[in-house]
Nanobody, 123 residues
Framework: QVQLVESGGGLVQEGGSLRLSCAAS????????MGWFRQAPGKERELVAA????????YYQDSVKGRFTISIDNYKNTVYLRMNTLKPEDTAVYYC????????????????WGQGTQVTVSS
């Protein structure tokens, strides 16, 4: 089992920045990739960014390219999502998730999930 705990969400004005953190514990040796998802009210959950556990490769959804940066601190078993130039359409609950495969371009096969953290961007 892997336990994931997100933090760092909050309310920010349009154009502002936030950094989300996701701390992993438990059987972290089984993790091969981590992803950040988001789900806005009335919409399906979508993959925003993902990273290979070693940090060697990343994936971004087109709508966040150039604004969001995913990174990992393997010593702390923590994944970060730096979000700049936030827009109202970025408002959602953000979840981190882990999986045991390295295909980071697909939202499939994520095994373990955090509880989510709310990000609200006001206009």
């Amino acid at each position: 089992q892997v336990q994931l705990v997100e933090s760092g969400g909050g309310l920010v004005q349009e154009g502002g920045s936030l950094r989300l953190s996701c701390a992993a514990s438990g059987r972290t040796s089984s993790i091969r990739a981590m992803g950040w998802f988001r789900q806005a009210p009335g919409k399906e959950r979508e993959l925003v960014a993902a990273i290979i556990w070693s940090g060697s490769s990343t994936y971004y959804q087109d709508s966040v390219k150039g604004r969001f940066t995913i990174s990992i601190d393997n010593y702390k078993n923590t994944v970060y999502l730096r979000m700049n130039t936030l827009k109202p359409e970025d408002t959602a609950v953000y979840y981190c998730a882990s999986k045991g495969s390295i295909n980071i371009a697909t939202p499939a096969n994520y095994d373990f999930w955090g509880q989510g953290t709310q990000v609200t961007v006001s206009s």
